[in-house]
Every structure is written in C-alpha cells, then in structure tokens.
C-alpha cells in the first residue's frame, strides 16, 4: 500500500499564499484520481480538488479560481497551490485517492492557519 505524506501547511495571513505537497512512499501510477481533502474544527472531511493521472482537475465551489491541484507523475507527488488564502481555510489538509480509489488509511495531514 502507497503511504502519502503531507507537508507545507503552516500560518498565513488571509489574503496570502501557501504551496501544499503529498509525497507518495511508492508509485501513484495505480491511483488515476487523487484528492486533497480538507477537515476544518468541529466539521467533517471535505473534499477540496482531484486530478486525474491524465491531469483533469475538479475543485469544491469554496476554492475554485483560488486553488490549483497539480500532479508530478515522475516524482510520485501531488501538489495544492492555494491563493487568496481566507480564514475559513483554516484546516487541516489531507490527500488521499479520490473516489474508488480512496484508501481508509490516512496521513498525518498538514495543518493550514489563515489569520491575521
């Protein structure tokens, strides 16, 4: 099983910018959709954005036109550029496969703050 590790989170500023990595322990060839997912206090895990191995990307209405999922097949890495940073961002942040392919074992995440 692929382990992934989150890392980039951090304290911002609202209006500021952060640049999230989920690096992968082994290949993410077998998973065609990854996911990042956010958990903000006292909420339940939503999804934020997917890409596909092929690149096509799908965000939640709350970021879109703000956050851009990429993916680095060589390097087995799944990235989160997120822009225009608001306080109810604060959360922590989680990849995962998306759909079938999401695993029930998840990461430590990396926890994002946006406040002033």
């Known amino acids: 099983q692929v382990q992934l590790e989150e890392s980039g989170g951090g304290l911002v500023q609202p209006g500021g910018s952060l640049r999230l990595s989920c690096a992968a322990s082994g290949s993410l060839f077998s998973i065609n959709a990854m996911g990042w997912y956010r958990q903000a206090p006292g909420k339940q895990r939503e999804l934020v954005a997917t890409?596909?191995?092929?690149?096509?990307?799908t965000y939640a209405d709350s970021v879109k036109g703000r956050f851009t999922i990429s993916r680095d097949n060589a390097k087995d890495t799944v990235y989160l550029q997120m822009n225009s940073l608001k306080p109810e961002d604060t959360a922590v942040y989680y990849c995962?496969?998306?759909?079938?392919?999401?695993?029930?074992?998840w990461g430590q995440g990396t926890r994002v703050t946006v406040s002033s």
């Open positions: 995962n496969g998306a759909g079938r392919w999401r695993s029930d074992s």
């Open positions: 890409i596909t191995r092929g690149g096509t990307t």
